[in-house]
């Protein structure tokens, strides 16, 4: 079954430092790959998607994201964090083939605490 | 105005009550989805409908029932409800591969 695994709960970091937050699908065909992000008290909403092309995908607020598809990976970064980044942030997948229905699978979550 | 709209943002209730979650949309999309947040296990996809007519279950339907009331409502149910049902509820609309989230519903059942 299509699961999405990220690999941190929690990542730390200080103000203006780089973060990367790892995301892994598994999947033996062509994905559709989304990160969202929730800050405190609301609701998702879009950073970033790959549906096809290159495979770097610059979003909102600095993120960026590469799909490795030979390591199933969609790893998001950004290279200098502020305050205001501080969130949880989720990894999906719509698996290709499931109809157009755009049902997502999330991932479990990571939460993003940038310390001044 | 917000896109998408849930009433109550905030509800206790005990156990076997009935209660209903709504959800209301401003974008025209005919998608709509709930979901329901749980700490560790991110979000997990309840029912979704494309149309007034066309409603499917998701992955964790039992227990809950939903209904399409026009392209822009879709709600939830909890026609018994059980503590283990206490979790944040999202409904969302989509068009384009991408998905517009409401504020959610923060429920806990006593």
């Known amino acids: 079954a299509q699961s999405v695994t990220q690999l941190d709960s929690q990542v730390p970091v200080f103000e203006e430092a780089p973060v990367e937050l790892r995301c892994n699908y598994s999947s033996s065909v062509s994905v559709y790959l989304f990160w969202y992000v929730q800050y405190p008290n609301q609701g998702l909403q879009l950073l970033l998607k790959?549906?096809?092309?290159?495979?770097l995908v610059k979003g909102i607020n600095g993120f960026e994201a590469e799909f490795n598809k030979s390591q199933t990976s969609f790893h998001l970064r950004k290279p200098s964090v502020h305050i205001s980044d501080t969130a949880e942030y989720f990894c999906?997948?719509?698996?290709?083939?499931?109809?157009?229905?755009?049902?997502?699978?999330f991932g479990q979550g990571t939460t993003l605490q940038v310390k001044p | 105005d917000a896109d998408v709209t849930q009433t109550p943002r905030n509800r206790i209730t005990k156990t076997g009550k009935r209660i209903m979650l709504e959800c209301s949309q401003t974008k025209g999309h005919d998608r709509m989805y709930w979901y329901r947040q749980d700490p560790g296990l991110g979000l997990r996809l309840i029912y979704y409908?494309?149309?007034?007519?066309?409603?499917n279950k998701g992955e964790i339907s039992d227990g809950y029932s939903v209904s399409r009331q026009a392209q822009a409502k879709f709600s939830l149910s909890l026609e018994s409800a059980i503590p283990n049902q206490t979790a944040l509820y999202f409904c969302?609309?989509?068009?384009?591969?991408?998905?517009?989230f409401g504020p959610g519903t923060r429920l806990t059942v006593l």
């Open positions: 790959y549906l096809s092309g290159s495979t």
């Open positions: 999906a997948v719509i698996p290709d083939g499931s109809g157009n229905t755009g049902k997502l699978i």
């Open positions: 969302a609309t989509s068009a384009a591969y991408t998905q517009y």
């Open positions: 409908s494309f149309d007034v007519k066309d409603i």
